[in-house]
């Protein structure tokens, strides 16, 4: 059975023309959680460095920051499956290309932003614990390459990220409350 005819079949699940399937609005939903959890640790981190509120946000960075990076993957696989039919994207070939190269900009940032922090522990020398599970412990060689990687751009490409999903919420917003068009809605709402 095509995809086409399993998405045709269980509309509710899979993205069709009128509007985003379950979980892709999961998806959509629970990073935007997870990105808010992580910028406000990273701002808190450098605006309130001695804070209880920045032990609190920051003691889970390295948490949330992988399942974003796993969510990402997940995430990127399941739009190429649904990508035959997932709404459009804008009404000119401007507007659509755009957004197109805005999701994609987006995307890669989700994973090469927690890439570079995963490569860069693990370029210390340090274990890799995720939600108290070693993935990787400690004790091989360092590195200094996986390092100065990590440090040169994950908080500079974190940022970069934290722009475009900025750009993403406004460009939603504007959307919903001047062109009072579907697009919210779609991710909202799902399939019609």
Same mark, same amino acid.
């Given at each position: 059975? +095509? ?6 079949? /269980? ?6 023309? @009128? $509007?985003?399937?379950?979980? +892709? ?19 808190? /981190?450098?605006?309130?460095? @001695? ?11 390295? @948490? ?37 190269? $805005? ?17 860069? +522990?693990?370029?210390? @020398? /340090? ?62 709402? $799902?399939?019609?």
């Amino acid at each position: 059975m +095509s995809a086409e005819t399993i998405a045709e079949r /269980r509309p509710f699940v899979f993205d069709s023309p @009128d $509007g985003f399937g379950i979980v +892709s609005r999961a998806l959509h939903w629970g990073m935007a959680a997870l990105f808010a959890w992580q910028f406000t640790s990273a701002a808190l /981190r450098a605006l309130a460095p @001695d804070s209880a509120a920045r032990t609190f946000f920051w003691a889970y960075h390295v @948490d949330i920051g992988a399942t974003i990076f796993v969510l990402a993957i997940a995430r990127g696989l399941w739009g190429l499956l649904n990508a035959p039919h997932r709404p459009a994207e804008g009404d000119s070939t401007f507007e659509r290309i755009a957004a197109q190269f $805005g999701q994609l900009a987006l995307h890669a940032l989700m994973i090469v932003v927690p890439l570079l922090a995963i490569l860069r +522990s693990i370029g210390n @020398d /340090r274990a890799f614990t995720v939600w108290g599970v070693e993935l990787v412990a400690a004790g091989g060689e360092k590195n200094a390459a996986l390092v100065a990687a990590g440090n040169a751009a994950h908080g500079l490409l974190g940022w970069a990220l934290a722009l475009l999903i900025a750009g993403h919420i406004v460009m939603a917003l504007f959307h919903h409350l001047v062109r009072r068009d579907a697009t919210l809605a779609r991710m909202l709402g $799902g399939p019609r």
